[in-house]
């Protein structure tokens, strides 16, 4: 079951809402690597003040800077990540593996609020295994997961008065997204 869980490929969707970026602006998905960061290769979308953008993650744990060049507000933030399910039947263990589609989706605002130009959000994530074993001897032991987040950040640091936003002097917005791994459920 963790094999699946582990070989399953991750996709980020990244949302900014009532914005006026676009995506013929200078817009970088970086992965930070300590000292060094990495390009990720990525999709924009931009529709009615929205903008998208999408890429397959090198790896379940990473940091993910979102860099846009500009002074354009972003009213609201969009975090998500989704994953294809897999299913696996292993005849000399006589058990049933089962991985559900991973689509986890958060939104992010404040009203009255717009987000700040460096915003952070840690997203933990969690293994969920459910192991039901057989009525009868000579069915298969059947094992499910799924995958389950948990997202933090301060408020106060991601969202400041629209007001206040008039002193702000960096010429970008940077949005990082730390993505860890917690402990495993059975």
């Not at 390009?39 to 003040?49: A, D, K, Y």
């Not at 952070?120 to 997961?145: H, I």
């Not at 993505?179 to 495993?184: L, Q």
Request: glycine content about 6%; aromatic content about 10%.
């Amino acid at each position: 079951m963790f094999n699946l869980l582990n070989a399953q490929q991750f996709t980020v969707h990244l949302d900014l809402t009532n914005t006026l970026f676009t995506c013929s602006d200078s817009v970088t998905l970086m992965q930070n690597r300590g000292a060094s960061q990495l390009l990720i290769p990525s999709t924009c979308v931009e529709s009615n003040g929205s903008l998208s953008i999408s890429a397959v993650l090198p790896s379940h744990v990473v940091t993910l800077q979102l860099s846009l060049t500009g002074i354009e507000i972003i009213g609201g933030f969009g975090f998500g990540l989704t994953g294809p399910g897999a299913y696996q039947e292993e005849d000399t263990l006589d058990s049933i593996y089962t991985l559900a589609d991973l689509d986890l989706n958060q939104a992010f605002s404040v009203s009255g609020r717009i987000l700040s130009q460096q915003p952070s959000f840690a997203v933990q994530l969690s293994k969920l295994v459910n192991r039901t074993y057989p009525l009868d001897e000579n069915d298969a032991t059947e094992f499910s997961a799924i995958w389950t987040a948990y997202t933090s950040y301060d408020i106060n640091q991601n969202f400041i008065d629209e007001n206040d936003y008039k002193y702000v002097t960096s010429l970008g917005t940077t949005i990082t997204i730390g993505i860890s791994e917690m402990s495993y459920y059975i």
